[in-house]
């Protein structure tokens, strides 16, 4: 973990007492973390959701890093990501009854089989045009029906732990509810 402290970084090391010594290293003045060209790296899924009767084409985005600022005060920790999207329209979600309000402007673009490997790419730009999103997507069956038949998908970002799993709508609903 890099933590940033006024202007310079902090790299914590913790470390479980019988695997080796836990440290705080000070970093050198010209030390940057990485950060993605596309600025946040994060996996996609989608799935095929019924959170109140109707089949919805759902997108979960998790950011690989997590990243947080400490709000002035109790020093609370919030999500940057989470932080952004709720100033940008988004709504705090905590339960799937139903669908999420729409936020307008937000466009996603569906490559269809062209990715590198022939599997279907997604762009999503913010109102502004900016890249939130682009890479690959393993679409379920059933999703391009829905997607068509409402014009819109609905786009969750949080870290429920769906990365890896593939087309199992269940479990998805499942992660997505924990995390709410």
């Not at 979600?93 to 269809?112: C, D, F, M, T, Y």
């Amino acid at each position: 973990m890099v933590v940033q402290t006024g202007g310079s970084f902090t790299h914590v090391v913790y470390v479980h007492d019988r695997c080796g010594p836990s440290e705080v290293v000070s970093m050198g003045p010209d030390f940057a973390p990485a950060a993605p060209e596309d600025g946040s790296d994060m996996t996609m899924t989608a799935a095929v959701l019924d959170p109140d009767g109707a089949a919805l084409p759902v997108l979960v985005a998790e950011t690989v890093s997590k990243a947080y600022l400490v709000n002035d005060g109790p020093g609370e920790l919030t999500d940057i990501v989470t932080s952004h999207l709720l100033g940008r329209g988004f709504t705090l979600v905590s339960r799937l009854r139903q669908a999420p309000p729409q936020v307008p402007e937000w466009v996603g673009v569906l490559l269809l089989g062209q990715g590198p490997a022939g599997e279907d790419g997604l762009m999503i730009l913010d109102p502004d045009g900016e890249r939130f999103f682009a890479g690959t997507v393993d679409l379920p069956v059933g999703w391009l029906t829905q997607a068509a038949r409402y014009g819109w998908a609905v786009l969750y970002v949080g870290n429920p732990g769906l990365a890896g799993r593939h087309h199992d709508d269940k479990a998805a609903a499942k992660s997505l509810r924990t995390a709410g």
